[in-house]
């Protein structure tokens, strides 16, 4: 064999070798990431849309060729209606794949994030059973009932602090001492003044009926005297 041949064998198992070591690399990797799906999602729904602008002008221009050469040309005319109608289809077709991209892409992006939330949530399910490792239930009750005991003693003491201070009497009794003062008071008033007065045990002078009519005249006199003074002010 020539060293020519050997040396394409060479190269040519070299390159078997690195291709098949670069497959079963890749192929350990596993699939894309979401990321890496969605960006490339992202650049399709780009090329995409410039192609839509691309029909839309195009359709506009065939359009445009139609009304020039109008009935005067009506074989220019119709052929660029027909390519009207053909960009329209593309424009159709490119549509309905940007709605099946632009689906495929939100349902990833929904996946990705709920990932990332399971994730996460995972982390704080982590952290808080580290958290309570230390912890004890029967330690944490029995710490709860200490505080419940430490809260009763400081109100008991509040409570002792804030009362009055020194002796106590009943305020009934308090009461009934001071009228018992008045009433002796007033007694006491009473004889100072000599007593009662005696209830005359003469019978008044009577009233004769002129005097009466006198008398209840002058009253009345008196009450029309105030009533126009009354009425004056």
Known sequence: MSKISKLFKGSSSSSSSSSSSSKSKHRSKGGPSPQEAIHKLRETEEMLTKKQEYLENRIQQEVATAKKHGTKNKRAAL????????????????????????????????SHTNTEV?????????????VHENMDVDK???????????????????????????????????????????????????????????????????????QRATTRRKVEEDDDMHMLASWAT
């Open 79 to 110: 052929q660029a209606l027909k390519r009207k109608k053909r960009l329209e289809q593309q424009l159709t077709q490119i549509d309905g794949t940007l709605s099946t991209i632009e689906f495929q892409r939100e349902a990833l992006e929904n």
């Open 118 to 130: 399971l994730k996460n949530m995972g982390f704080a399910a982590k952290a808080m059973k580290k």
């Open 140 to 210: 944490i009750d029995d710490l709860m009932q200490d505080i419940t005991e430490q809260q009763d003693v400081a109100r008991e003491i509040s409570e002792a602090i804030s009362g009055p201070f020194g002796e106590q009497f009943d305020e009934d009794e308090l009461l009934a001492e001071l009228e018992e003062l008045e009433q002796q008071e007033l007694e006491d008033n009473v004889k100072s003044m000599g007593g009662l007065p005696s209830v005359p045990s003469s019978k008044l002078p009577s009233v004769r009926p002129s």
